[in-house]
């Protein structure tokens, strides 16, 4: 009943589909109905839809051509209004909507008549207009209103595109107040703010290439790993969580941050970190930038590791199967079919496992031995599983208990509801792979080395 109910929704939105889709004689009857009503850009674009669907649909062709040509011509007459009331800037704008709506007409191959005289009088009002506000826009230029002046130039470049030197006067407009404001973050000392400024202009306007180049040399932290630390009796953490680090670092987009390589010897890196400990002698702190090559030092230490993993065990369930047999009906005289239950058992299975990691990160200067970053990262990680398995087709297994497989009781029990069912029934279909210890350790190190690597990644130092 079920089955059949939902194929005939389905053939009911499927039919709904099919004859709710715009054809493109619907979609003609649409623009000839906004048409009538004279709202031929409407109308113009259901007719296009039309075409679109079927090129040569003559219907919407002629109500196209018909439908265009009056918005044209409507467009034409706001153009001819407007220039006599001296409004140069509006009568160029109704002239473009009036050509745009040709262009787009004439890709349906369809022609569509502006006469010469508009056109004639259209160029002679840019020549004037584009005139006028070229130099208003150098006024403005010279006056170091660039926004205002950015404004107007894009105006010529877009109605005369190569008039006089309007693209290198909007650039100016463009790109110098950015320019000064890169600047002035470089004279402050503010690197990455520079640098970020002068990546908005192009390296050919004026110093930026050299500016930008300046900028990032000068605003580099280089940034050195050393050996973390273990003090947990889980071996290969630290390593782990080290290399870690330094591949998700290496991947970083930020050109402000590198990475000294790291062919320099472990005792060689100890002794910089004693001297930041003031373990070595006192010039040891002094030398440990220019020795390293590095501007501050990453440290870390794996602080705690616990673990609990529940072996998966297995027990033993009673349930029923459900099955159909066939009967007959001697007063009726038909078969009918009974749902009857047979005794069985199955097994249900359950496991755990949890991880807690603790790690202690430190981004230490060389220079000044200062902690600039420090966190204490603390994450858990568990996995469980409950399944069960049965030699019965799941699909027909059905919760409840029973006292003696052979005989029946009358404290047997079936459990016929919905809900139960299919609660017992998913305990089938659930995953039954538990994850192991390290798995689970793997993917708390991913997560702390993307979290240290995203705090270098926001740290600025110019911020200090």
Same mark, same amino acid.
């Given at each position: 009943?079920?089955?059949?109910?939902?194929?005939?929704?389905?053939?009911?939105?499927?039919?709904?589909?099919?004859? /709710?889709?715009?054809?493109? $004689?619907? @979609?003609? =009857? !649409? &623009? *000839?109905?906004?048409?009538? +009503?004279?709202?031929?850009?409407?109308? /113009?674009?259901?007719?296009? $839809?039309? @075409?679109? =669907? !079927? &090129? *040569?649909?003559?219907?919407? +062709?002629?109500?196209?051509?018909?439908?265009?040509?009056?918005?044209?011509?409507?467009?034409?007459?706001?153009?001819?209004?407007?220039?006599?009331?001296?409004?140069?800037?509006?009568?160029?704008?109704?002239?473009?909507?009036?050509?745009?709506?040709?262009?787009?007409?004439?890709?349906?191959?369809?022609?569509?008549?502006?006469?010469?005289?508009?056109?004639?009088?259209?160029?002679?009002?840019?020549?004037?207009?584009?005139?006028?506000?070229?130099?208003?826009?150098?006024?403005?230029?010279?006056?170091?209103?660039?926004?205002?002046?950015?404004?107007?130039?894009?105006?010529?470049?877009?109605?005369?595109?190569?008039?006089?030197?309007?693209?290198?006067?909007?650039?100016?407009?463009?790109?110098?107040?950015?320019?000064?404001?890169?600047?002035?973050?470089?004279?402050?000392?503010?690197?990455?703010?520079?640098?970020?400024?002068?990546?908005?202009?192009?390296?050919?306007?004026?110093?930026?290439?050299?500016?930008?180049?300046?900028?990032?040399?000068?605003?580099?932290?280089?940034?050195?790993?050393?050996?973390?630390?273990?003090?947990?009796?889980?071996?290969?953490?630290?390593?782990?969580?080290?290399?870690?680090?330094?591949?998700?670092?290496?991947?970083?987009?930020?050109?402000?941050?590198?990475?000294?390589?790291?062919?320099?010897?472990?005792?060689?890196?100890?002794?910089?970190?004693?001297?930041?400990?003031?373990?070595?002698?006192?010039?040891?702190?002094?030398?440990?930038?220019?020795?390293?090559?590095?501007?501050?030092?990453?440290?870390?230490?794996?602080?705690?590791?616990?673990?609990?993993?529940?072996?998966?065990?297995?027990?033993?369930?009673?349930?029923?199967?459900?099955?159909?047999?066939?009967?007959?009906?001697?007063?009726?005289?038909?078969?009918?079919?009974?749902?009857?239950?047979?005794?069985?058992?199955?097994?249900?299975?359950?496991?755990?496992?949890?991880?807690?990691?603790?790690?202690?990160?430190?981004?230490?200067?060389?220079?000044?031995?200062?902690?600039?970053?420090?966190?204490?990262?603390?994450?858990?990680?568990?996995?469980?599983?409950?399944?069960?398995?049965?030699?019965?087709?799941?699909?027909?297994?059905?919760?409840?208990?029973?006292?003696?497989?052979?005989?029946?009781?009358?404290?047997?029990?079936?459990?016929?509801?919905?809900?139960?069912?299919?609660?017992?029934?998913?305990?089938?279909?659930?995953?039954?792979?538990?994850?192991?210890?390290?798995?689970?350790?793997?993917?708390?190190?991913?997560?702390?080395?993307?979290?240290?690597?995203?705090?270098?990644?926001?740290?600025?130092?110019?911020?200090?």
């Amino acid at each position: 009943m079920n089955t059949l109910y939902f194929k005939l929704i389905l053939c009911s939105l499927l039919i709904f589909t099919l004859t /709710s889709c715009d054809t493109p $004689k619907s @979609l003609t =009857k !649409k &623009g *000839d109905k906004f048409a009538e +009503k004279n709202l031929y850009q409407d109308a /113009s674009i259901k007719y296009m $839809k039309a @075409l679109d =669907k !079927k &090129g *040569d649909f003559i219907g919407a +062709k002629e109500g196209l051509r018909s439908s265009g040509q009056k918005q044209v011509n409507a467009y034409l007459d706001d153009f001819f209004k407007s220039k006599n009331f001296g409004d140069k800037r509006a009568a160029i704008y109704h002239y473009r909507n009036a050509n745009d709506t040709k262009e787009k007409i004439n890709k349906y191959n369809i022609t569509i008549d502006i006469p010469s005289t508009y056109t004639t009088d259209y160029n002679s009002l840019v020549d004037d207009y584009v005139s006028t506000i070229y130099v208003e826009a150098m006024d403005l230029l010279e006056q170091e209103n660039f926004s205002e002046s950015e404004k107007l130039l894009k105006e010529v470049a877009l109605l005369k595109p190569n008039f006089k030197n309007v693209n290198d006067l909007k650039n100016v407009a463009t790109f110098e107040p950015i320019y000064r404001k890169a600047n002035e973050f470089l004279e402050l000392e503010k690197f990455r703010s520079a640098y970020y400024e002068y990546d908005k202009i192009p390296n050919s306007y004026q110093e930026t290439k050299e500016r930008k180049a300046l900028a990032l040399e000068a605003g580099l932290f280089t940034i050195a790993i050393v050996k973390f630390d273990n003090a947990t009796r889980q071996s290969g953490g630290e390593s782990a969580i080290s290399a870690l680090v330094s591949d998700k670092m290496m991947k970083l987009n930020n050109p402000f941050i590198k990475l000294v390589d790291r062919t320099y010897t472990q005792s060689f890196i100890d002794e910089q970190i004693m001297g930041l400990s003031g373990q070595v002698a006192e010039n040891t702190n002094a030398q440990v930038g220019e020795l390293i090559g590095a501007k501050a030092i990453i440290s870390g230490k794996l602080v705690s590791f616990s673990k609990q993993k529940n072996p998966i065990v297995r027990t033993e369930k009673k349930a029923w199967a459900e099955r159909k047999v066939r009967k007959y009906d001697e007063e009726t005289e038909k078969y009918f079919y009974e749902t009857v239950y047979d005794k069985i058992k199955y097994q249900e299975y359950r496991g755990s496992t949890r991880v807690q990691v603790g790690f202690q990160f430190q981004l230490i200067s060389t220079e000044s031995g200062e902690i600039l970053l420090t966190k204490l990262i603390n994450l858990n990680r568990s996995d469980e599983v409950h399944f069960a398995e049965s030699n019965t087709n799941y699909r027909n297994i059905v919760p409840g208990n029973w006292r003696w497989q052979s005989k029946q009781s009358p404290n047997d029990v079936v459990e016929t509801s919905y809900s139960q069912k299919r609660a017992l029934r998913n305990l089938f279909k659930n995953k039954k792979t538990l994850l192991s210890v390290n798995a689970l350790a793997n993917d708390i190190y991913q997560e702390i080395a993307t979290e240290v690597s995203q705090m270098l990644n926001n740290y600025n130092p110019e911020n200090e």
